[in-house]
């Protein structure tokens, strides 16, 4: 499996952006999906997953309520909907995908194939 990631930019506090990860292989619909992100001077961090079918997901507590992820299994592409975006939510944004990998797996450690990166930086 192949990950392009885009859809990174610019915004406000408080502004949107829609991150998408194009994927490419026929096995894409029976992944695990994840987004982690990474800031400067620090570790990379678990953002959302979702499972194969999309219907079960599993946020980080601080993008909980603020960040959907979904995935359109048509069009091998996972989406990451970002909304009320803060300036501790900057950073480079990477998909990640597994194929045995539970949607609970939190750990980057998890996930055999990355994709390679959107920068998302909110100004505030």
């Known amino acids: 499996v192949q990950l392009q990631a885009s859809g990174g930019g610019l915004v406000q506090t408080g502004g949107s952006l829609r991150l998408s990860c194009a994927a490419s292989?026929?096995?894409?619909?029976?992944?695990?999906m994840g987004w982690f992100r990474q800031a400067p001077g620090k570790e990379r961090e678990f953002v959302a997953a979702?499972?194969?079918?999309?219907?079960?997901?599993n946020y980080a507590d601080s993008v909980k309520g603020r960040f959907t992820m979904s995935r359109d299994n048509a069009r091998n592409t996972v989406y990451l909907e970002m909304n009320s975006l803060k300036p501790e939510d900057t950073a480079v944004y990477y998909c990640?995908?597994?194929?045995?990998?539970?949607?609970?797996?939190?750990?980057?450690?998890?996930?055999?194939?990355w994709g390679q990166g959107t920068l998302v930086t909110v100004s505030s």
């Open positions: 292989g026929r096995t894409f619909r029976l992944h695990v």
């Open positions: 990640a995908a597994d194929p045995t990998s539970s949607f609970y797996n939190r750990s980057p450690g998890g996930y055999s194939w």
């Open positions: 979702l499972n194969y079918t999309g219907r079960r997901t």
